[in-house]
């Protein structure tokens, strides 16, 4: 699973990365342990009202709560207990069966926490790509409708998100049994096009690109402060015994 991750680089990095249409405000800060119900950036590709079904999609960052609501949720709270989604079961379950048919997301990282248990004693270790490279995390998003906020309230709308995971393979087995799905730089536009309805196909196929992604994943242990939500800044990432 992935219950913690690192966003280091400026929104700004990430525009330009991504070749981003719209910009939404209020995109949260860099942050070195992201915690479920946190603020992330995501990246998706959406179709304005009134545009041709085969205008091209428009490509926006936008701020959203890490957990996904489900449209037909009564409040936001089942999100802290949907921040991944397996991948297995994703397209069947009646949280993210919608999102995986038209509303899919990236979500970048400079890379995640995971720990490994030895005789019940949980070590944090950081995994990440070499020479800092990004991942690019599998993600689903949906839009909640708040039916207590007036229609010209802010926050009558609450954009929210999870990450993909998939079995974990490589040397990330060693560390967990689970791993967020990584998205190959060749299935990005793919798995973001909104005139793609996703399929079990699409998943596989996103799956398998993110094994072959997980072969190049480096990791260290870190100190255990990551593990708590107030503990902060570039330290959290630098290996245990380091001189």
């Known amino acids: 699973m992935c219950g913690r991750f690192v966003v280091a680089g400026a929104t700004a990095d990430l525009v330009e990365m991504f070749d981003i249409d719209l910009v939404a405000p209020g995109l949260p800060e860099p942050s070195f342990n992201i915690a479920p119900t946190d603020r992330v950036s995501i990246v998706i590709d959406t179709i304005g009202k009134g545009a041709a079904p085969d205008d091209e999609p428009v490509r926006r960052i936008e701020a959203a709560r890490w957990g996904l609501v489900p449209v037909w949720s009564k409040d936001p709270k089942s999100g802290a207990s949907a921040i991944n989604a397996r991948i297995e079961t994703a397209a069947e379950k009646s949280t993210f069966a919608t999102a995986v048919k038209k509303r899919r997301a990236v979500i970048p990282a400079t890379g995640y926490y995971e720990w490994k248990t030895i005789d019940g004693v949980k070590t944090p270790h950081f995994i990440h790509l070499p020479e800092g490279e990004l991942m690019v995390f599998a993600g689903l998003y949906e839009w909640w409708r708040d039916p207590a906020a007036a229609d010209d309230s802010p926050d009558k709308w609450m954009l929210s998100t999870s990450i993909l995971t998939r079995d974990a393979t490589g040397e990330l087995a060693g560390i967990h049994d689970r791993m967020p799905v990584f998205l190959s730089p060749g299935l990005l536009d793919e798995w973001l096009d909104p005139h793609t309805e996703g399929s079990e196909e699409l998943l ?40």
């Open 204 to 243: 596989d196929e996103i799956s398998a690109g993110g094994a072959e992604v997980a072969e190049f994943a480096e990791f260290h242990e870190v100190d255990r402060a990551v593990g708590n939500v107030r503990s902060s800044g570039p330290s959290l990432i630098e290996p245990v015994n380091a001189a």
